[in-house]
Structures are given as structure tokens and as C-alpha cells.
């Protein structure tokens, strides 16, 4: 059973930086794309269907980015650490929300908005952003 755990959330001011880390249990578990979704306060009770991508890495590494975060968020991967990480500066209140990482597609293009959380075989359990 392969576990992605996310760490790095936490509360900030506009304006600030947080780096977000996605560490998988089993080595070579980060392919087929990689993602990150967010869901917003106020969406809990839309499911998964309130849980909107963020960024994702496809197989050949090229990467996506919503247009709310691009410029702001990076994403990258360490195959060596089985680590996925999500760079975010310049964070704004409505970057507020629980962010969730995946990895491992089936089925639909990889690109931040194609991707679908129920698509990913491994699924993170969340990690905070406050922006305020």
C-alpha cells in the first residue's frame, strides 16, 4: 500500500512563502503525473468534486500551472527523496485551503486542467494554507 504524506502547511501574511513537501512510501511510486490540488473553505461539502488542480508534472516533465498560480507556484519533484514539492511565494488570502498531492494518473491527459483527484491511484491525506 503506497502513502503519500504532505507536510509544510501553515498560517502566513500576504505575501508570503511556504514550501509544501509530498513524501511517498514506496520508491519509484512518483510517476505517471504528479499533481497538486487545493480545496477552498466552502467547498467541503462539494467532495472531491470541490477539489480543484493546482500544478502537475507529466511523465516526459513538463509541467502546468493554473492560471490563478502561475508565476507564484513551482513545482518539482526529487525521484531520489520519492518527494514531490510545491513552491509557493506570493501567497494571497484566496490561496487559502487545504492542498492535497497525487501521483500516479490513469486514464485522462496529465495538465492542471484535465487532471481529476479520482484518477490518481495515490492520494495524499492534506496539509493547511492560511494566507491571512
Known amino acids: 500500500h503506497v502513502q503519500l504524506v504532505e507536510s509544510g502547511g501553515g498560517s502566513v501574511p500576504p505575501g508570503g512563502s511556504l514550501r509544501l513537501s509530498c513524501i511517498v512510501s514506496r520508491y519509484g511510486s512518483l510517476r505517471n503525473c504528479v499533481g497538486w490540488f487545493r480545496q477552498a473553505p466552502g467547498k467541503e461539502r462539494e467532495g472531491i468534486a470541490g477539489?480543484?488542480?493546482?500544478?502537475?508534472?507529466?511523465?516526459?516533465?513538463?509541467?502546468s500551472y493554473a492560471d490563478s498560480v502561475k508565476g507564484r507556484f513551482t513545482i518539482s519533484q526529487d525521484n531520489a527523496k520519492n518527494t514531490l514539492y510545491l513552491q509557493m511565494n506570493s501567497l494571497k488570502p484566496e490561496d487559502t485551503a487545504m492542498y492535497y498531492c497525487a501521483s500516479d494518473l490513469s486514464g485522462i491527459p496529465c495538465h492542471w486542467s484535465t487532471i481529476r483527484w479520482e484518477k490518481f491511484n495515490y492520494r495524499g491525506q492534506g496539509t493547511q494554507v492560511t494566507v491571512s
Open positions: 477539489r480543484e488542480g493546482v500544478a502537475a508534472i507529466d511523465s516526459d516533465g513538463g509541467t
